[in-house]
């Protein structure tokens, strides 16, 4: 069986398209053109946007966490 990454992030992006409001994410798009989802260039964006974003990259093959982590991380 193939894994179909296109089919998975696409999914994902549909999902984030229908929460757009609360992810703070815009949409825009012409019908039959391609659609962008700005996730915080433009926008407010957030933690959320942000996981969402890193969730279609990985194509549903992997999950994204928050985790708390010290003030000085990496210092």
């Given at each position: 069986m193939a894994i179909?990454?296109?089919?998975?992030?696409v999914a994902i992006c549909r999902k984030v398209i229908e929460q757009a409001e609360r992810l703070r994410v815009a949409v825009h798009g012409a019908t039959g053109g391609p659609t962008t989802?700005?996730?915080?260039v433009s926008v407010a964006g957030g933690?959320?946007?942000?996981?969402?974003?890193a969730e279609v990259c990985l194509a549903g093959l992997g999950r994204v966490d928050f985790v708390p982590a010290?003030?000085?991380?990496?210092?």
């Open positions: 179909a990454l296109n089919d998975n992030a989802i700005d996730c915080g933690l959320e946007a942000g996981r969402a974003l010290p003030a000085a991380f990496g210092a």
